[in-house]
């Protein structure tokens, strides 16, 4: 089995899943400091879901005896709307998509099944990911703004973890 190309992925997916967690981490600091604290919530459990895949490719590197660089892809950003914030993290869950589905497919040339498995099944969360914030942004655009935020603010009296 030939893993230069598997570890070349692996990383490239380490540094894509390490800019995910901490987006979405700076997202949900964003979402609580404007009042959305539910949607906050939702984000926080993006950011676990995308910490725990970081980890999935770090057990892989590891074990294929790969030198992880524990290092960003990029800089995350600070949104200034709901919809930029969504439109933002929908183009990089297509952008992880379209590399794991190659990565898979040269994991599986390669010989290398952990590895094409391993990406194969973290497409499938991205996707999931990619169909929520498809919904956000449609139901942003059908019900306006406005009604969009008092969705996701808590009642009055109640703190998110009652709502």
């Known amino acids: 089995m030939n893993t230069k190309r598997s570890i070349e992925n692996l990383q490239n997916a380490l540094r894509m899943e390490l800019t995910a967690t901490h987006q979405y981490q700076l997202h949900a600091g964003v979402l609580d400091d404007w009042g959305l604290s539910l949607l906050a919530s939702q984000m926080r459990e993006e950011m676990t879901e995308e910490l725990g895949h970081s ?5 892989r590197l ?4 790969g030198s992880p660089q524990m290092t960003m892809a990029k800089t995350p950003v600070l949104a200034s709307s709901l919809q930029d914030m969504f439109k933002s993290d929908l ?36 996707e999931q990911h990619m169909s929520w914030l ?9 019900m306006g ?13 109640l703190d998110s973890s009652q709502a």
């Open 145 to 157: 703004e406005p009604a969009y935020i008092s969705k996701h603010m808590p009642s009055p009296g």
């Open 55 to 59: 980890q999935e490719y770090l057990t």
């Open 91 to 126: 183009e990089d869950e297509k952008e992880a998509i379209e590399f794991y589905t190659i990565a898979s497919m040269q994991a599986s040339e390669d010989g290398d099944i952990g590895t094409r498995t391993l990406f194969e099944r973290i497409t499938l969360d991205e």
């Open 62 to 65: 590891l074990f294929l005896k």
């Open 134 to 142: 498809e919904l956000q942004l449609d139901l942003l655009e059908r």
